[in-house]
């Protein structure tokens, strides 16, 4: 959420720009896959996947300097393909937006998840004694702040950082926010055609809605309450 | 005041960035430093702040638009 609004704060003023970088935000913890195929391969026993995978990779692959480049390639590649005159700066926000997570990490993440800074150059791992975990009271501050104001960002510009999982469902979310329930059913619904050529899209960001949402659960041990 | 904040949120965030890669090979590796507390509290402090204002400028100005 604080990457699209920190994309909206740049004046991207296209969706699709927004949406890159914002992706490119929650891109370092994209390592959640690994945790989800050691379970698997340990046949579901997610604490020998925590152990000796989660423990291992979470960090150290996608939390440094080489991955927020990566991230700056693959965001040019993707917004070159709507505006190629805009596509170097939406590269460089979402290169930004991947080093704030690394940041935000170091600062909220605990001191016992390191990032590795140069990784592969160097196996040094950086964190701060004093971080306050993810459970503190900062964090969830920060995560009612930015739910406080998806809403009234919905609620006044008709956008909102629902657009991460597309223009409908923020549409959706804006109509319910602006007009209560029935608002949604004043959106334009998209051709038959415009559905199944979306599909393909659709799938990999329910997916990633999925995996994200396990990124979240995994480390607390799928009780959120621990 | 726009220009102000926008400055102030890319001040913020290019002192995140080297705060998070950069200090511990150019500056210090204590992991208790005070100097690197309050630095990085005030960045993150200073960042929020100017993304509230930047956010509350665009909202009031009523730019972007929702093409997919």
């Known amino acids: ?226 | 005041m726009a220009k102000l904040f926008t400055a102030l949120l890319y001040g913020s965030v290019a002192e995140a960035v080297l705060l998070a890669f950069a200090w511990p090979f150019a500056v210090s590796r204590d992991q208790d430093s005070a100097a690197y507390h309050a630095l990085a509290v005030g960045v993150l402090l200073a960042f929020f702040a100017s993304l509230f204002v930047l956010c509350a400028l665009r909202l009031s100005a009523g730019r972007g638009d929702k093409a997919v």
């Open chain 1, 1 to 226: 959420m604080l990457s699209w609004f920190f994309a909206d704060a740049s004046r991207l003023d296209a969706a699709n720009e927004r949406r890159i970088v914002a992706w490119s935000g929650l891109a370092p913890d994209i390592d959640v896959l690994a945790y989800v195929g050691a379970i698997l391969w340990y046949g579901l026993d997610k604490d020998l996947a925590f152990e000796n995978v989660w423990q291992v990779v979470h960090h150290r692959y996608t939390h440094n300097l080489s991955f927020v480049l990566l991230t700056g390639i693959v965001a040019w590649l993707l917004a070159s393909r709507y505006a190629a005159a805009r596509a170097s700066r939406v590269a460089l926000l979402s290169m930004v937006t991947s080093a704030l997570h690394n940041f935000c990490d170091i600062v909220g993440g605990g001191p016992t998840w390191p990032v590795y800074p140069l990784w592969p150059l160097s196996e040094f791992g950086w964190t701060a004694g004093w971080s306050w975990p993810l459970s503190e009271w900062p964090n969830t501050v920060i995560l009612f702040c930015c739910l406080a104001a998806t809403m009234v960002y919905a609620k006044f510009s008709g956008r909102s950082p629902l657009e991460l999982f597309g223009g409908r469902a923020d549409s959706w979310f804006a109509g319910v926010i602006q007009q209560g329930s029935d608002g949604s059913r004043v959106a334009v619904r998209p051709s038959e055609a415009t559905v199944r050529r979306r599909l393909p899209l659709r799938l990999i960001i329910w997916v990633l809605v999925v995996l994200v949402t396990v990124a979240v659960l995994a480390p607390l041990g799928f009780r959120p309450g621990n």
